[in-house]
């Protein structure tokens, strides 16, 4: 296909090892449906000229992909795609507070929390006055035993006070807006970026797949920020929609 003639060049400019970029493309498009599941890659050697890398490079590509469960590399045969392009059911990332409040109420992941602490979050003056203490829950979110999300969330202490069970046990923005609260204003930006170290390992994914980072912060009627929230998302988990205003 012509757009894959992209791909070639620009690998050797990118600090990531080569037979990881390797296997975000071919990843990309299985993703995309160009290879079917039950369908073979096409050979080793057609991969190497197109990528321009050896055959440890794309062998070691394959090797990653293998143990993710995506495809299975069988002597004599080929390389089978295992699993289909329609990928798991991502994460709607709401553009307006009650919406994405709505998503996350009907979310039943398993939570699991790597730290609790009043440790405070990492404020700038444009997010609005900050509160006295904080409560920081630190957690990883799980779907079907694949970790998709790792989130760190700061509550206003009085706040997490009032449901102190419930916001260590069950998603949070949902516990928060059913609290006698006001919510004054919302904001969330999201930036994309690569999984560092630390996430690729709270994650169990590969080292440098895109991610989103996802800020989210509400202040009461006082200005008082009551919430901060930042999480990481795997990028084949989540999605994001847009009404574009004429």
Not at 113 to 130: K, Q, R, V, Y
Not at 141 to 147: F, I, L, N, S, T
Not at 176 to 191: C, E, H, N, P, R
């Amino acid at each position: 296909m012509a757009d894959h003639n992209d791909d070639r060049g620009l690998l050797s400019a990118s600090p990531i090892p080569l037979y990881v970029q390797v296997a975000d493309i071919i990843r990309y498009r299985i993703g995309r449906g160009v290879w079917a599941e039950g369908s073979l890659l096409p050979p080793i050697e057609v991969l190497m000229k197109e990528f321009a890398v050896s055959r440890v490079t794309v062998r070691q590509a394959l090797q990653l992909l293998a143990r993710s469960g995506l495809i299975q590399v069988q002597r004599g045969v080929g390389t089978l795609v295992l699993q289909a392009g329609t990928g798991p059911h991502p994460v709607k990332v709401e553009t307006t507070l009650q919406a994405l409040v709505e998503a996350y109420r009907g979310d039943t992941p398993v939570v699991t929390n790597i730290s609790d602490s009043s440790t405070p979050p990492s404020l700038t003056d444009a997010d609005g006055t900050p509160a006295a203490h904080y409560h920081h829950l630190r957690r990883v979110h799980a779907r079907q035993g694949v970790k998709y999300c790792v989130i760190s969330i700061y509550l206003e202490k009085s706040v997490f006070k009032k449901a102190e069970k419930r916001f260590r046990n069950e998603i949070i923005l949902p516990v928060l807006m059913s609290l006698d609260l006001t919510v004054a204003q919302a904001k969330q930006s999201i930036t994309i970026a690569k999984a560092d170290l630390e996430v690729a390992r709270l994650l169990d994914m590969p080292l440098g797949d895109p991610i989103a980072n996802v800020r989210r912060v509400l202040v009461d009627a006082d200005n008082t920020i009551i919430y901060v929230a930042e999480a990481t998302y795997r990028g084949d988990y989540i999605h994001l929609e847009m009404d574009l205003k004429a």
